[in-house]
Each structure stands twice: as structure tokens, then as C-alpha cells.
């Protein structure tokens, strides 16, 4: 991050560290709780070194992205490569995560107010609906063709 930890964070800092989390959440570094937990964390921290420590034992980079020593590399066996289309099973769940927390905030909305002052139009359905179809879609027939 910075030579001095005790200079202080910026909103632009502490967002930086949460999509990080978020990704390393994404990736399986974290679990749900974990990234609850160090997001409390993340937007209570003052300075540049709470926000270190709270990201000190994920890796800054992907360490699946970092070439691999040629000792290491199998000669005879490579890993399949995925098709153009395919969606990693890491980003379809945060897709569905995503429209599952929106979808049931806008449910619990509408119901407060159907609670609260009698019959009213279903209209979270409308946000639900196309949204949860097109993710239906991607899952069963993959990503748009040419998107790597």
C-alpha cells in the first residue's frame, strides 16, 4: 500500500480493499462470513495499516494468474481450457448471489408496505423477473460467444 501505515485511509482506499475482498470472496479465499466480518472492518479503519492488516494474509495478486515455474509445469497433461461462452462457476454464484440479495431486499420492501397500508401491486416482480430470466439463461445455454 504505502511506506508510512499511519497515514490516514480515503473513501477511495477503503473501496479498493472491499472489491478485493469481494473477489477473493468470489475466489474462494473467504467465506461469506469472513467477508462480513473484514467489510465491518474494512469501513471502520482509520488508516492505511488497519486496512493492510485486515488484507495481510490474502495475496495481492492472483496467484492462479502468475506464470508457473517451469519445475512445477506438468509436459504432458494441460488443464481444458474453457469455452469462449462459459462462465466461471466462481462468477455465476456472485451473479445469483447478486440477484438473490437484491431480489429479496425489493420483496421485503414491498412487503413492509403491503403490510403496512393494505394491497399493492406487485412490482419487485419486475426487477425479480427479467433479471433472474436472463441469469437462467446465461447458466443453461452460457455467456455471449466471442467473450472470453
Known amino acids: 500500500m504505502a511506506p508510512n501505515p499511519d ?15 469481494r473477489e477473493h470472496c468470489a475466489e474462494g479465499r473467504i467465506t461469506m462470513d469472513e467477508l462480513d466480518e473484514r467489510l465491518e472492518s474494512v469501513y471502520g479503519a482509520k488508516t492505511l495499516g488497519q486496512l493492510q492488516e485486515i488484507t495481510s494474509d490474502l495475496p495481492e495478486e ?6 508457473v515455474p517451469a519445475s512445477q509445469a506438468k509436459s504432458t497433461a494441460s488443464p481444458a481450457k474453457p469455452m469462449p461462452g462459459d462462465l466461471e462457476p466462481q462468477r455465476m454464484r456472485a451473479m445469483w448471489g447478486a440477484w438473490a440479495t437484491v431480489s429479496m431486499i425489493n420483496f421485503t420492501v414491498w412487503l413492509i408496505i403491503l403490510v403496512t397500508s393494505g394491497a399493492v401491486y406487485p412490482w419487485w416482480v419486475w426487477v425479480a423477473g427479467p433479471w433472474g430470466a436472463i441469469l437462467l ?5 452460457g455467456g455471449r460467444p466471442g467473450r472470453g
Open 7 to 21: 497515514i490516514r485511509a480515503s473513501d477511495a482506499d477503503r473501496d479498493r480493499v472491499a472489491a478485493s475482498l
Open 62 to 67: 492472483d496467484l492462479y494468474q502468475l506464470p
Open 137 to 141: 439463461m446465461r447458466t443453461v445455454f
